[in-house]
């Protein structure tokens, strides 16, 4: 049985949960959010509590069922409060910078490195630190994930992009003898 899939959502004042077959669409103070879900689970409102049951009793279904209700609760929770992640951008020269609608950064490359940022997600630069946000959670997670891998955190010295709570294991450089 999903633990997660059996729990019921409450949904806050000031928040709009519409169910029409498989898509659900979530209005709040912050945007709204809209996604087709799978037809393998039935999801239902009634009275400002979201459930969910199985339409058919199957592996693939059972597996589908934790992941519909996890979807949900964070559309509601994103147009309530925005989700956000941090990236620290460390290194001598390394810096990074928004211009309109681009993330700009020197990355110790020859030429800068331009990221078109999405609709739909802030991007503030403060100092050595990135900030995503936005109301979609996967999206705030995928293009935090797309500024990392333009430089990834070396082991010897720490240099490149990191989240801000990920901790990079530190290797012994050369002895000298």
Do not use: C
Not at 21 to 32: A, D, M, N
Not at 55 to 78: F, L, P, V, Y
Not at 103 to 112: E, N
């Amino acid at each position: 049985m999903s633990r997660i899939g059996k729990q019921e959502l409450q949904v806050p004042a000031g928040t709009d949960v519409q169910i029409s077959g498989s898509t659900v669409k979530v209005k709040g103070p912050l945007g709204e959010l809209e996604r087709t879900l799978s037809d393998k689970v039935v999801v239902s409102l009634n009275d400002g509590v979201v459930t969910s049951t199985l339409s058919e009793e199957t592996s693939q279904a059972r597996a589908m069922w934790g992941t519909t209700m996890s979807h949900i609760k964070n559309m509601i929770d994103g147009v309530t409060t925005k989700f956000q992640k941090q990236l620290i951008v460390e290194g001598v020269g390394f810096r990074a910078e928004v211009k309109g609608s681009q993330l700009v950064m020197q990355l110790g490359f020859s030429h800068p490195v331009e990221m078109e940022i999405p609709a739909g997600l802030d991007v503030t630069v403060e100092k050595q630190t990135i900030t995503v946000a936005g109301i979609d959670k996967e999206l705030v997670g995928l293009f935090a994930s797309k500024v990392r891998l333009k430089k990834k955190p070396e082991p010897y010295k720490g240099k490149g992009i990191r989240y801000s709570d990920e901790i990079i294991r530190r290797k012994e450089g050369k002895k000298n003898v």
